[in-house]
């Protein structure tokens, strides 16, 4: 498991705001980034990390000291910047916590689903293969539910209309079942 896939950010925010003092957590060098494991990084470090509430660090083992050319890592580089823009644009991070027991029966690949909620406000939803995307519990209210293709960096569909106060399947994604996707689920008003 890279870092845990989101659950060690998830394990040490608890603990420092246990003790009174929450610190924020950055994940530096947790695991090698090559030239050709960009995806992996994206589904197993980059997108549980960010939605369990941590930063992170890449870490390129193999040139630590040497390394000229970045231009060799632009898929993680780009991949990164996707995910940082979704989440300045799209959520009050700094007001929200990882809550990953409301999503159940997603697919358990790379750890499963990821889950970082402002509670009846917000909820972005990380699947790392959205085969099974499993259902949500969120509060009563009305909630616009639209999909993020993390490896384009864009929404894709329609925005869906989501109603809370029960379990609500979060449905297929627009395309690419068998990847990645983030669900981002918003009260409307």
Do not use: C, H
């Not at 060690?8 to 090559?34: F, N």
């Not at 980059?46 to 000291?65: C, F, H, K, M, V």
């Not at 009050?92 to 689903?113: A, C, R």
């Amino acid at each position: 498991s890279y870092a845990g896939d989101g659950a060690e950010v998830e394990e040490w925010r608890s603990k420092t705001a246990q003790a009174g003092r929450p610190l924020p957590i950055g994940m530096d060098e947790a695991i090698t980034a090559t030239t050709t494991n960009a995806a992996d990084m994206r589904r197993g470090v980059l997108w549980p990390t960010y939605l369990s509430g941590g930063n992170l660090e890449w870490y390129i083992r193999a040139e630590d000291q040497s390394l000229e050319d970045f231009r060799r890592y632009s898929q993680l580089w780009t991949y990164t910047r996707y995910a940082r823009t979704f989440m300045e644009a799209n959520l009050p991070f700094w007001e929200m916590v990882p809550n990953d027991s409301i999503l159940t029966g997603e697919s358990t690949g790379f750890g499963g689903g990821q889950v970082f909620r402002k509670k009846g406000k917000v909820y972005a939803v990380y699947l790392p293969y959205a085969t099974n995307s499993g259902t949500i519990n969120i509060p009563t209210g009305t909630y616009e539910k639209r999909w993020f293709n993390p490896r384009s960096g864009a929404f894709e569909g329609s925005a869906q209309a989501v109603s809370g106060g029960a379990i609500t399947s979060l449905g297929a994604p627009p395309s690419s079942a068998s990847s990645d996707w983030v669900v981002l689920i918003e009260a409307i008003g």
